[in-house]
């Protein structure tokens, strides 16, 4: 293994673990309401693209780590697109200024 495969490595891995305590946040709690579902969904169509290129030049660096962000970043995004979905019966985003009705607010508990 090489050193410019190493830093790859090395970057890899704290870029994904980046994402580790969002993700387990996310689903402990299930609470997204600060979560833009516009930003996670290019975010993660571009993770995607990442990790076809890795496999297309057979990086192993970008493959595992854009893999494994992948997963992460999919799963917020499931759970984000169907919290809203469900408290809003549209995966669209309010207008703003409108506030929330408490049953669609996921900081309070009801």
Known sequence: MTNVEILGYIAAALTTASFVPQAVLVIRTRRTGGISLL???LFTLG????LAYGIATQAMPIIVANLITLILAGT???IAAKARFSR???LQARA???PLEPDQNPDIQI
Request: charged share 5%.
């Open 47 to 50: 993770v995607a693209l990442w």
């Open 88 to 90: 809003r019966g549209t």
């Open 39 to 41: 930003m996670y969904t």
């Open 96 to 98: 703003p200024g409108t």
């Open 76 to 78: 917020i995004l499931f």
